[in-house]
């Protein structure tokens, strides 16, 4: 058996090992879904033994994925949630080249967070990353991985999900017309506009909110932020000494 090209499930009218997309997609949630509860669990009871935990179920996974995926954990829970629609096969090759980033990026995590628990807020993005990267597969059906591997490969994926791989117009459906553009825009405006002015605006009461506050503020708003905390002390000190 040939470890590299035997990847993935043999189906009748594919030459190629696949996956299934359905599956991977719901392995993606469930483990999106599991890390967020963790964040709320690590800060709601500032405790660290559920994050080891999924940290370290995550290396496993993985692990468990890019040598084979029907017996990954994920995989199979994903599996059991989809079991009864109908399969979506894509090439498993740049599925398992994504799941091996996936891999790359679980490693430092299981020294810095699982063996020697050691927080930054450098090391939680290289998390963030991971679970931005999730969500995509999951809510989009988008494998940034299966991007990278095209580019790496220097060939054409086959069978990709949606099948973004093959050459095709879209079908009307797909178009946006005039008013959807608009509400999009708007939408997505909104959100980003509001997003700043929620880290501007609003002062932050842990070190990684600190960071994104500090992050959309220039420097002359974070000097004028200094002045004003300054002075707002220096009159809470004469205004005591008034008192007294």
């Not at 994903?78 to 799941?99: C, I, L, M, T």
């Not at 090391?123 to 989009?140: D, P, Y």
Request: charged share 20%.
């Amino acid at each position: 058996m040939n470890f590299i090209s035997d990847y993935g499930a043999k189906v009748p009218g594919y030459d190629i090992g696949v996956i299934n997309e359905r599956e991977a997609r719901a392995a993606a949630g469930i483990l999106g879904m599991l890390g967020m509860i963790v964040i709320f669990v690590g800060i709601g009871f500032n405790h660290t033994i559920v994050a080891r935990v999924y940290l370290a179920f995550l290396f496993l996974d993985f692990t468990i994925r890019i040598i084979t995926p029907t017996y990954a954990p994920s995989m199979l829970m994903g599996k059991f949630f989809v079991r009864n629609q109908k399969p979506e096969y894509v090439g498993a090759a740049q599925k398992r080249f994504a799941w091996i980033m996936g891999w790359f990026i679980a490693l430092p995590m299981m020294w810095w967070f699982v063996i020697n628990w050691d927080i930054n807020f450098y090391k939680v993005l290289i998390c963030v990353l991971c679970l931005t990267l999730v969500f995509f597969e999951s809510a989009f059906s988008i494998c940034v991985g299966c991007m990278i591997y095209k580019f790496f490969t220097k060939e054409d994926p086959m069978h990709c999900p949606g099948g973004v791989c093959e050459v095709r117009t879209k079908e009307p459906i797909q178009l946006f017309n005039p008013i959807q553009k608009v509400i999009a825009l708007l939408t997505m405006t909104g959100i980003v506009v509001g997003t700043y002015l929620f880290l501007a605006h609003t002062k932050p009461q842990t070190f990684f909110g600190e960071f994104l506050h500090e992050a959309v503020l220039t420097d002359a708003q974070l000097q004028k932020e200094k002045n004003e905390a300054a002075d707002k002390e220096a009159e809470a000190f004469f205004g005591e000494d008034e008192d007294e």
